[in-house]
């Protein structure tokens, strides 16, 4: 089937690894031109080896704690391809803690590297897109369901709804559509890590933690990047015309919330 996104240029952020990798992965398999980013140079450079196969990849080193950095990489993703279709905005994640353990530079610097980063991106992206632009930001279930010892997710990425909602609004009259996606469990390096620190804390195997985790999951089983991925391909697509400013979950059915 044509999604419509062959030869669309897309700039996915945080891609060396994990869901922005799969996301990144999936553009370049249906035709896309995309630019891949992440803070360090030798993962960006692995990621950019494994995905040349695949399509048309480009690279560009940017730090997402530093808003200018992100200013910086849509600019020169512009300049790189000659415009801008699609902008997936995908972050590193948070240090866990809750409030009695994170520091004060803990909340600024999530502040950063979770919101203002998504801010300049999407107003950044907004400001050179045409007509048919689509901006998609992969945010989390804790904007629905807070996650015990994520409160920098719990907390800082909440507003993600509400830049969503308000850029969707703004933008509308350009053409350009701004929705995100609430990834549930996925497996990536990301779980493993929250999976090691959840067995620490609770003195558990890191088996015994992958099992509470999914036994709350209905659908019985961790998400795999891909099945995002292919959501988020969705919304870029041809196929997706009358949704925006809409999160929409990726989580297997773990998302208690009715709205
Ligand atoms: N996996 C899940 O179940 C899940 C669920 C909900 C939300 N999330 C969120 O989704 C996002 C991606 O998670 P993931 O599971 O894909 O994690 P991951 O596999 O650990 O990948 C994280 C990516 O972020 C990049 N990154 C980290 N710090 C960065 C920075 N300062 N600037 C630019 N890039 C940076 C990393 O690249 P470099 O290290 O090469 O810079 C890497 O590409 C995170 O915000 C995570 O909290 C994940």
Partial sequence: MDLGIKEKKVVVTASSKGIGFAIAKRFLEEGSIVVIS?????????????????GNVKKEIADLSNPNSVKNLIRKSVDIMGGLDVLVYVTGSPKPGDLLSLKD??????????LM???????EAGNVMGRGG???????????QPIDNLDLSNVVRLSLAGLVKSASREFASKGILVNGVMPGWIFTDRVKQLVKDRSLRENKSEEEVLQDITKDIPL????QPEELANVVLFLASSLSTYITGSLIPVDGGVIKAIF
Avoid: P
Wanted: glycine share 4%.
């Fill in 38 to 54: 992440s803070h360090d140079e030798k993962n960006l450079q692995k990621a950019y080896e494994k995905l040349k196969e695949y």
């Fill in 220 to 223: 019985g089983r961790i998400g």
């Fill in 117 to 123: 980063s998504a801010v300049v991106a999407v107003r």
């Fill in 105 to 114: 530079e803990d909340w600024s610097y999530a502040f950063n590297l979770l």
């Fill in 134 to 144: 689509r901006i998609i930001l992969s945010t989390s279930m804790t904007l629905r």
